[in-house]
């Protein structure tokens, strides 16, 4: 048997998608990488198919690989979280009053 074969053999998820006609089944016969790799995939394909791509944005910390779905109803979330806000915040203040003290 492929390694192909065995991944979708391994880990299945069901979406339904009325407005594309996209159908994806995913079911768990064991929980491994595949498995792992099945429900990022399946919750990937759930995002594309269910809302609004152009809300998919990258987290603005230049340190952070995240990616979010802002739901903010004026779409102006800039950071994947609040730690990440927290720090950019910080960063921004202590720059400022750094520069407040070297004039």
Known sequence: MSSGIRKIETSCKHINSRDFNIELSFFSIKKDLN???AEIAASFANLLIYHDISRLKKCKNPDCNWFFHDETKSRTKIWCDN???NLMKVRKFRRRKK???NE
């Open 35 to 37: 498995y792992i790799i």
């Open 83 to 85: 730690n990440c806000a």
């Open 99 to 101: 520069a407040e003290s």
